[in-house]
T-cell receptor, first 115, second 113 residues
Framework: GAVVSQHPSWVICKSGTSVKIECRSLDFQATTMFWYRQFPKQSLMLMAT?????????EQGVEKDKFLINHASLTLSTLTVTSAHPEDSSFYIC???????????FGDGTRLSIL | EDQVTQSPEALRLQEGESSSLNCSYT??????LFWYRQDPGKGPEFLFT???AGEEKEKERLKATLTKKESFLHITAPKPEDSATYLCAVRAFYGAGSYQLTFGKGTKLSVIP
């Protein structure tokens, strides 16, 4: 149980392109979903928290106009990296949580490479 | 500011050689300490949640313990398939019904046959 699917797993695209990443909870309803970014040999850094049907809460230093988050249903959240540039290249991971006291369950991440 | 420090950064063990990983934390209002396993190129896989000092959880060769300042992940007679990066995270309340995880940098465990 508690499976989170993230798609795509790997993206290479040109600078200036917008990229959408999907995160789905397959066997549970996620009241809250989280988006993280991870650099090599570094810990996961929280980018934003989203609750179904409401606007995402972004962490300090994360540009909300660059990283658009939509949490349209209890099983789907999307992260769109708009006008991506090489410095946006990273490993993006989503997680989903069914309730405040439950653990977060993570997807397998998306490796984004901007040329 | 919440902080999580894991040690050592990397650990190499012979198969069958038991050891422990450490997670030291400072947090205002702990709402759980979590251990995850992360394989290369994958997302973290949930292992344990601990809520209060003195609590212990076990799963196969892994045992997690918690004190007021740190948590240990004990690995008994490890096998090569236990090789991974083990992440520790603390959850705290951030207001407006929001709970967040703060992660350590992880301990990369390598078990040599």
């Amino acid at each position: 149980g508690a499976v989170v699917s993230q798609h795509p797993s790997w993206v290479i695209c040109k600078s200036g392109t917008s990229v959408k990443i999907e995160c789905r909870s397959l066997d549970f309803q996620a009241t809250t979903m989280f988006w993280y970014r991870q650099f090599p040999k570094q810990s996961l850094m929280l980018m934003a928290t989203s609750n179904e049907g409401s606007k995402a809460t972004y962490e300090q230093g994360v540009e909300k106009d660059k990283f658009l988050i939509n949490h349209a249903s209890l099983t789907l959240s999307t992260l769109t990296v708009t006008s991506a540039h090489p410095e946006d290249s990273s490993f993006y991971i989503c997680s989903a949580q069914s309730g405040g006291n439950q653990p977060q369950h993570f997807g397998d991440g998306t490796r984004l490479s901007i040329l | 500011e919440d902080q999580v420090t894991q040690s050592p950064e990397a650990l190499r063990l012979q198969e069958g050689e038991s050891s422990s990983l450490n997670c030291s934390y400072t947090v205002s209002g702990l709402r759980g300490l979590f251990w995850y396993r992360q394989d290369p190129g994958k997302g973290p896989e949930f292992l344990f949640t601990l809520y209060s000092a003195g609590e212990e959880k076990e799963k196969e060769r892994l045992k997690a313990t918690l004190t007021k300042k740190e948590s240990f992940l004990h690995i008994t007679a490890p096998k090569p398939e236990d090789s991974a990066t083990y992440l520790c995270a603390v959850r705290a309340f951030y207001g407006a019904g929001s709970y967040q995880l703060t992660f350590g940098k992880g301990t990369k465990l390598s078990v040599i046959p």
